[in-house]
């Protein structure tokens, strides 16, 4: 690879023993895709929010960056918060150092915004942004939707790059990784955005698919990209006339598509739960990716002047949650027995001790194929569970 | 008769161990993420419900498959894996992504110890190996061997 010199200086030393290991990352990180240089990044953004107590390598890098006096040299947000104060299991187990690795990050001079949706407010990026971002559904979201560029950057490597503020040149970085592989036809009534998110990220890996015109909004882009970058390792997808790469099929496709996929409304319908089972679902869970003020007020509605009769869970942006408390709509959702969260769900519900609530039930694709237990239904689906509909 | 088969070498080193095939991409994350994964025995045992590997586990495999689907929390599971020697043997991957090649490479560089990945068509392999059968993958001359 081809360092400038103070790039070579930094990887002899010159910051320092850790700041070397960190540009020595990049670096072997970058070889291994024939990537010829290190290009500036924008911003970064870091997956690694939660103390997992099962995992020490990780912790222990960012604590030798952090002894060292490191800093950030970029904008740097982060992930949600793991749901410390959502349960016992979490606070004792599961997370139990998690106010210690949230100081630690702070001390890096990270960003604590607390979202995975963090391109909503928090670090918004523009078309053409060279980007050092990890978190697949932020990921997919800055190339597919703002036309920004970034790898699907690992947890640790995405600190390295933001201490450098650095990003090695490769993939998606390059105008022949963003062309379309597979054109996506949709043959449905009724448009489910995670549910062909889903089908998409189970039919195809790593590739590039693009859908025909379908006048999708924000919330349902991001809900669609998440889904599919889960299930499928999907970093950039277009939809014609919708994303700003794709004006038209001809934009993104320089030859015939390697596969055409229709996906029906039969496909969508069978991803949902076994409608006879889903009224065993221990509770109702909304907002993986985290839910917008956008979205909180459109699922919202169907919520003021009902109770529920399961236990509903929404999961909000923090900053839209702190918009929210100012409406009207904040109270009604309260009183109709929503509870109102602003961490990852993914990581609130992993241990589950209680057998009642061992299958929950989501209209969040991404939540359905992470989460153990947790079922899929639409927002019809998890509206009647829910006792509202 | 021994069969060889050529291969990109994306990590360099030499490591054997039982063949461990799937045709279906793996996510590391939803795999070595799950409550049983807590258990010291269970580290390396695949949890994702998803996937035809259920309740398989990795440790000392030599694993085949056509690609990583992520997440971006693959490094936190393969740094971990491979750095305390509880992981596979070696990967040999259809089409290599960034977060497979991150979770080792964090290993090598800051832990000094690393497992080979490389690169092929793996039908091929398949094709002529037999789940389990014991294979040589050598990160250093891109060649992958078995019998």
Not at chain 1, 5 to 33: C, H, W
Not at chain 2, 50 to 74: C, D, R
Not at chain 2, 96 to 121: H, K
Request: hydrophobic share 40%.
């Amino acid at each position: 690879m081809d360092l400038t010199a103070d790039q070579q200086a930094i990887l002899n030393g010159s910051e320092g023993p850790e700041m070397a290991l960190a540009m020595k990352t990049l670096v072997r990180y970058g070889e291994s895709f024939d990537a010829q240089r290190l290009v500036p990044i924008k911003s970064a953004h870091l997956t690694g929010s939660f103390a997992i107590s099962t995992y020490t390598g990780y912790y222990e890098l960012l604590g030798k960056l952090v002894d060292a006096g490191v800093k950030v040299k970029v904008p740097t947000t982060i992930n949600p918060r793991p749901g410390y104060d959502f349960s016992m299991q979490n606070r004792l187990i599961a997370f139990r150092k998690q106010k210690h690795h949230e100081d630690q990050l702070a001390k890096l001079g990270v960003t604590g915004n607390y979202s995975c949706v963090t391109y909503h407010t928090a670090n918004v990026p523009e078309f053409g942004d060279i980007l050092g971002w990890a978190e697949s559904s932020a990921v997919v979201y800055a190339n597919s939707v703002a036309g920004a560029r970034t790898n699907r950057n690992s947890i640790m490597v995405d600190i390295c790059m933001a201490v450098t503020g650095l990003t090695p040149e490769f993939g998606l970085l390059f105008d022949e990784h963003r062309k379309g592989n597979v054109l996506i036809k949709l043959d449905i009534e009724e448009m489910d955005d995670d549910a062909v998110g889903f089908i998409i990220g189970q039919s195809l890996v790593d590739k590039v698919p693009v859908l025909t015109h379908y006048p999708f909004d924000k919330v349902q882009l991001k809900n669609l990209g998440a889904t599919m970058a889960a299930a499928g390792g999907v970093g950039l997808y277009h939809v014609v006339g919708v994303t700003p790469e794709c004006p038209s099929l001809d934009a993104v496709f320089d030859k015939e598509p390697e596969q055409t996929i229709t996906i029906t409304q039969k496909d969508i319908d069978a991803i949902r739960w076994d409608r006879q089972k889903q009224g065993t679902a221990g509770m109702v869970v909304f907002g993986c990716p985290q839910m917008t003020l956008d979205e909180v007020k459109d699922v919202g509605r169907h919520f003021v002047g009902k109770t529920v009769t399961k236990r509903t869970l929404f999961h909000i942006v923090p900053s839209d949650y702190e918009e929210l408390r100012k409406l009207p709509l904040h109270d009604q959702l309260v009183e109709a027995g929503v509870e109102l969260f602003t961490h990852c769900p993914l990581a609130g519900l992993t241990v589950r001790l209680t057998p009642k609530n061992r299958h929950v039930i989501t209209n969040s694709g991404k939540l359905h194929y992470y989460l153990e237990g947790g079922e899929y239904g639409n927002l019809d689906d998890v509206l009647r569970v829910a006792g509202v509909k | 008769m021994s069969k060889t088969f050529p291969a990109k070498p994306i990590l360099k080193g030499k490591a054997q161990g039982p063949a461990l095939f799937t045709d279906r991409s793996v996510n590391f994350t939803a795999a070595f993420t799950k409550p049983e994964n807590l258990l010291w025995f269970k580290k390396a045992e695949v949890r994702d419900r998803h996937h035809p590997w259920f309740k398989e586990n990795v440790k000392g495999k030599v694993l085949v498959i056509p690609a990583a689907i992520g997440s971006t929390h693959t490094g936190l599971v393969l740094l971990d894996l491979v750095r305390m020697k509880n992981g596979p043997a070696a990967i040999i991957v259809g089409a290599a992504d960034p977060l497979l090649v991150s979770g080792v490479v964090l290993s090598e560089v800051w832990y000094d110890e690393s497992i080979p990945i490389v690169e092929c068509p793996i039908e091929p392999i398949a094709e002529a190996v037999k789940n389990g059968e014991v294979i040589t993958v050598d990160g250093d001359a891109g060649v992958v061997s078995a019998g």
